[in-house]
Nanobody, 122 residues
Framework: QVQLVESGGGLVQAGGSLRLSCAASGLTFSGHTMGWFRQAPGKERDFVAA????????YYADSVKGRFTISKDNAKNTVYLQMNSLKAEDTAVYYCAAARTGLFLSTSYNYWGQGTQVTISS
């Protein structure tokens, strides 16, 4: 049974930082693209960042480039999202996901975590 468990969300002031973690089990970690998505109230679930299983490259939404960094530790089956210079518009529920194919589209991802709330106060 595949499980993705996020942690690290919380309330932080604008300009601050948070690091999200996602611990994966029940899947071949290196054989999946690992991604982060977010969903604000009343909005669609949007792509944030991903590490491709094909080339190992990191990909980001334009809105977070230069502020967020995705990384992973294969030994721990864990993917991270370091978020710096946080803005009020980053407030959302953040989801970790795993995909065998695809990168940017949420419909490409086969497995999802339960989400962790990130709230940025201005």
């Amino acid at each position: 049974q595949v499980q993705l468990v996020e942690s690290g969300g919380g309330l932080v002031q604008a300009g601050g930082s948070l690091r999200l973690s996602c611990a994966a089990s029940g899947l071949t970690f290196s054989g999946h693209t690992m991604g982060w998505f977010r969903q604000a109230p009343g909005k669609e679930r949007d792509f944030v960042a991903a590490i491709s299983r094909r080339d190992g490259g990191s990909y980001y939404a334009d809105s977070v480039k230069g502020r967020f960094t995705i990384s992973k530790d294969n030994a721990k089956n864990t993917v991270y999202l370091q978020m710096n210079s946080l803005k009020a518009e980053d407030t959302a529920v953040y989801y970790c996901a795993a995909a065998r194919t695809g990168l940017f589209l949420s419909t490409s991802y086969n497995y999802w975590g339960q989400g962790t709330q990130v709230t940025i106060s201005s």
